[in-house]
């Protein structure tokens, strides 16, 4: 039986939550899809994977997902939205405005880098959790354009904020997953087992 506290909930309604599964069995951690609200009580923390905001916005109001995750969060269970998750996080959404948990005090602005580098692989520093320079994988990636007094920046791509932390929320917008890199998702599962300090490399 595993350990539903340990256990990492992949957000599952729609976009690639399958290659997070694939990192978090590399790294021999347990993993459930997350569906419905009631999934969410058998995991210890959740990724929500890039895709499409709107329609997971759809399926939030349909299933009582989106208060599910609130509550969820107000328990301090680690959250981390890449791409699509982390606009579903942010505090205000730009571009347009649409719905949003507000879980992170950030403004993002959807689809910021424009038509011609809709996607891009370029390279960023996460200082604090990784001594190399970091792949960073951006598909019709948003732009964090406001990052609020309680949050912390922990990776850059070039002037801009890439990922960023609230106590147990994480948000980033490229898609480490696509990658061979698992940092991001050790440092994750780090701040499920609620051993890892905040400056501490892993
Ligand atoms: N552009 C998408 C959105 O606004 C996000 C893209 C992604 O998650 N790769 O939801």
Redesign the pocket.
Known sequence: MTNGHKTVGILAIQ?DFAMHAKMLDRLGAAWKLVKHAEDLEQVGGLIMP?????TMLKMFAAEGVGTAIKDFAAKGKPIYGT??GA?LLAKDVSNPPQERLGLIDITIE??AYGRQIDSSVQTGECPELSDHPLEMVF????IIRRVGEGVRVLGRCGNLPVLVEQGNILAGTF?PELTDDPTLHRYFLGKLSGDYTERHKL
């Open positions: 976009g890039g895709g499409e905001s709107t791409c699509a606009i959807r689809n598909i019709r990636a948003p898609h």
